[in-house]
């Protein structure tokens, strides 16, 4: 069984049950809080951390921050949460 056929089973098995397919399908979450603050959820991994710019892994793709004096304030296996000031989020 393919990736495509996976997620295609999960996304009607989650309409079925009257649930939001980004808890089957394991999507990450973006949350941002002005210009000062982002919390990715549900990330799969850190790739890059400078000052300028943070990448983390996610199933949909890479999610990168970009601004100046990023921090991360925190992180866990689950949850970056990133501080700064943030000018672009962008999903590649």
Same mark, same amino acid.
């Given at each position: 069984? @393919?990736?495509?056929?996976?997620? %295609? ?12 397919? @980004? /808890?089957?399908?394991?999507?990450? %979450?973006?949350?941002?809080? @002005?210009? *000062?603050?982002?919390? +990715? ?5 850190? *790739?890059?951390? %400078?000052? %300028?710019? +943070? ?9 990168? *921050?970009?601004? !100046?004096?990023?921090? +991360? /304030? ?5 949850? +970056? !949460? ?6 672009? /989020? *962008?999903? !590649?």
């Amino acid at each position: 069984m @393919g990736p495509d056929l996976k997620r %295609t089973l999960k996304r009607q098995f989650a309409h079925a049950l009257d649930l939001p397919p @980004g /808890v089957l399908l394991d999507y990450a %979450t973006i949350s941002l809080i @002005g210009d *000062v603050e982002a919390k +990715i959820m549900n990330h799969k991994g850190l *790739v890059q951390y %400078t000052t %300028t710019n +943070i990448k983390a892994r996610s199933t949909q793709g890479l999610i990168e *921050v970009l601004g !100046k004096d990023l921090e +991360i /304030v925190s992180f866990s296996a689950h949850e +970056i !949460k990133i501080a700064g000031q943030i000018r672009q /989020v *962008v999903l !590649k």
